[in-house]
């Protein structure tokens, strides 16, 4: 019987959830708080694996930097030494940690202490070979960066092989050169490179740093003849030296005896590119130079670079018996269809020079296909720094320059397809790279270091590898082990 509270307040009886519902829910829970303390795991693992990698990366970056600076550190003291001309003491000195060793043309450094990063530290091995430039210039550096906690160190090879930047490189064939008898080779710095004073070859300013040299590899190309003196290196491609006599090769000026050091076999040399100029005006010459003249005459046109330029007609050419040829400012000659032709021939000590007025701003370069003759004592442009006279031969077969009864040339000549003969007594000075060359007897060549700086001077890096593989760092493990 239903009472009237019952009616009123119906009682309403709460059904309790099953055993086994409630213990699903639980797993559920359970899971989901696995899944996001594994994901948590996983990104604090991949957050520290980014960190390790990204922390990686900037340490191997780190190494290669290092084993770059110790690079640099080395090809600074090369140009010390070439450029500036320092001695190789001055050049590569123990106070900056340099070893040298002058029997092994070998030169070594560590560099260390580089705070790379907090408690990592780093370092670098560098191992120059020739480092005197007796030959082929390699070197090697080794970085390592030391970082803590038993974490194995990172390290980073490279090897770079230096070319010499100048093209004025010495006496320098790419066929053949051929001595007779008692040729002299030494060197002297025409200019002073702060004042750019002038200062003329003597017995007093001679160095040792005369090169002759042959791109050929073929055995006796490079024929120094009897009783050559040699101030300086004796280079080949890869044949060997023929002399006979008393020969002297020494890297003292007035040593005696012959050192194979100073011969390199790896020479090298890339003739340039020459450009024949195309002026804004020339002034046209019609018929031959006979006599003596001054140039630029007072109603010459001068181009826009600021030179004087002569374009010679075929037939035109300079012939001089006892005659003066006075330059006074930038002047170019252009003989370029002269192929056959002796574009200049001299008798009777004719003498070209430069004007000593005041304002006198002289120079001389010609390009030319022809042929030059200079007979009886020609004396060409003695009185300034052989960087201002060049004769450029643009030949692409032959052409021939010759010099006869001795006289002397202040100059430099570029002309990769010419055969040059210097006759007995001439003495050259500057620097001269031909097809072939022959040295009659008592040649004396006087290389100028000063051009050394043309073209940019020094020493610059042909090939740059980083070694990777072991068996590429093998190959220098003892170099490297100092």
């Not at 140009?79 to 043309?105: E, F, I, M």
């Not at 046109?301 to 018996?321: E, I, R, W």
């Not at 002269?338 to 200049?344: F, L, R």
């Amino acid at each position: 019987m239903k009472t009237a509270s019952s009616v009123l307040f119906p009682v309403h009886v709460r059904k309790l959830p099953a055993r086994h519902d409630r213990g699903s829910v639980l797993i559920v829970a359970l899971i989901l708080a696995a899944l996001i303390g594994i994901a948590l795991v996983s990104y604090l693992q991949l957050s520290n694996s980014s960190l390790n990698l990204s922390q990686r990366n900037f340490y191997d970056n780190s190494a290669m930097n290092l084993a770059e600076a110790g690079l640099e550190r080395a090809l600074y003291c090369v140009n010390r030494n070439q450029v500036s001309g320092d001695s190789l003491t001055a050049a590569w000195p123990t106070g900056d940690g340099w070893t040298t060793n002058t029997s092994t043309h070998k030169a070594t450094a560590t560099f260390s202490g580089f705070a790379v990063g907090p408690n990592t530290t780093g370092s670098v091995k560098v191992y120059v070979a020739n480092y005197d430039l007796v030959g082929p210039v390699t070197m090697v550096a080794q970085s390592t960066v030391s970082q803590p906690n038993g974490i194995r160190p990172l390290s980073k090879f490279i090897e770079v092989t230096l070319a010499n930047r100048n093209m004025f490189a010495g006496l320098v064939a790419k066929n053949s050169i051929t001595a007779d008898s008692n040729l002299r080779v030494d060197s002297w710095i025409s200019t002073n490179p702060s004042t750019f004073a002038f200062t003329p070859y003597g017995s007093a300013v001679a160095r040792a740093n005369g090169p002759i040299g042959v791109v050929s590899a073929s055995n006796g190309a490079l024929n120094l003849g009897d009783n050559p003196t040699i101030y300086g290196t004796v280079n080949t491609g890869g044949g060997s030296v023929s002399k006979s006599g008393s020969a002297k090769l020494s890297n003292v000026v007035g040593g005696t005896g012959w050192s194979p050091a100073l011969v390199n076999t790896g020479f090298t040399y890339v003739f340039p590119t020459i450009t024949v100029p195309v002026p804004s005006v020339v002034n046209n010459v019609a018929a031959s130079i006979t006599g003596s003249i001054t140039l630029p005459s007072g109603t010459d046109l001068v181009a826009s670079d600021g030179k004087y330029y002569y374009q010679f007609a075929a037939g035109a050419v300079v012939n001089y018996g006892a005659s003066t040829m006075t330059i006074t400012k930038p002047v170019v000659f252009l003989m370029t269809n002269h192929s056959g032709t002796t574009v200049i021939s001299t008798s009777d000590h004719a003498t070209f020079t430069y004007g000593i007025a005041s304002g006198d701003t002289g120079s001389f370069n010609l390009y030319t296909d022809g042929n030059i003759s200079f007979d009886s004592g020609a004396n060409w442009f003695t009185n300034k720094a052989p960087v201002n006279t060049a004769i450029w031969g643009i030949n692409p077969t032959s052409q021939t320059f010759v010099t006869r009864g001795g006289g002397n040339f202040y100059g430099s000549i570029i002309a990769e397809n010419a055969t040059i003969t210097f006759d007995s007594g001439t003495n050259i000075y500057g620097a001269f790279s031909v097809k072939a060359m022959s040295l009659l007897g008592g040649v004396n060549f006087h290389y100028d270091e000063s051009l050394g700086l043309v073209g940019g001077g020094g020493y610059k890096v042909t090939q740059w590898k980083e070694l990777q593989s072991a068996t590429e760092r093998a190959v220098y493990s003892s170099a490297l082990n100092f």
